[in-house]
């Protein structure tokens, strides 16, 4: 099993559509989340964290989190065409040398394709 | 804050070159990692600096792979007698708590 697991894709949704990414993860010591949006042949860029169980809001994105079920979600409202990408879901995880280090692991990534 | 910086943005090498690539943080952040990111994969952890003190490296990080960060500032990831295999996408990320920040990146291709 995967540390973090997430659908490849693509996934497909019409411009104004809600698109729904989901994330599940292995390690039930994982404190911290985030979604990164990754355009092709570019860098990861932060979409959103979330710490807590529930709903986090931020523009047309709102991220939940289930700790108990150990998955993650993002959900884009009104989808536009310059959302289509790849989303990367990350977990934290703690140093093998007895700290902090928070390293991020990664899913593979959902590429998400809005259609016009 | 101008964001994390890295350079080179592109390189090609032939195996069994070393190569050497920077990465700037952003400037405030004591906390420094290394990852690497190959064709539809996630970046996979390969090493992290608090400060100037490099805390932890990946079982990924082999012998040819060393990376410093001399006075906390800027950090350099320097491969030896590359390998067909090293081709991937190396990223520098920083961060003052559990968010990181990611630079664009240097591609690495070894022919």
């Known amino acids: 099993q995967k540390e973090v697991e997430q659908n490849s894709g693509p996934l497909s949704v019409p411009e104004g559509a809600i698109a729904s990414l989901n994330c599940t993860y292995s390690d039930r010591g994982s404190q911290s989340f985030f979604w990164y949006r990754q355009y092709s042949g570019k860098s990861p860029e932060l979409i959103m964290s979330i710490y807590s169980n529930g709903d986090k809001e931020d523009g047309r994105f709102t991220a939940q989190l289930n700790k108990a079920s150990q998955y993650v979600s993002l959900l884009i409202r009104d989808s536009q065409p310059s959302d289509s990408a790849t989303y990367l879901c990350a977990v934290n995880r703690d140093g093998n040398y007895g700290g902090a280090t928070n390293k991020l692991i990664f899913g593979t990534g959902t590429l998400l394709a809005v259609q016009p | 804050d101008t964001g994390v910086s890295q350079n080179p943005r592109h390189k090609i090498t032939k195996r069994g070159q070393n190569v050497t690539f920077r990465c700037d943080p952003i400037s405030e952040h004591n906390r420094l990692y290394w990852y690497r990111q190959t064709l539809g994969q996630g970046p996979e952890f390969l090493t992290y600096?608090?400060?100037?003190?490099?805390?932890?490296k990946s079982r990924l990080l082999s012998d040819r792979f060393s990376a410093e960060r001399p006075k906390g500032s800027f950090s350099t990831l320097e491969i030896q007698r590359t390998e067909q295999g090293d081709s991937a996408m190396y990223l520098c990320?920083?961060?003052?708590?559990?968010?990181?920040?990611f630079g664009p990146g240097t591609r690495l291709l070894v022919l």
């Open positions: 990320a920083s961060s003052t708590k559990e968010t990181q920040y």
């Open positions: 600096f608090q400060n100037e003190a490099q805390l932890e």
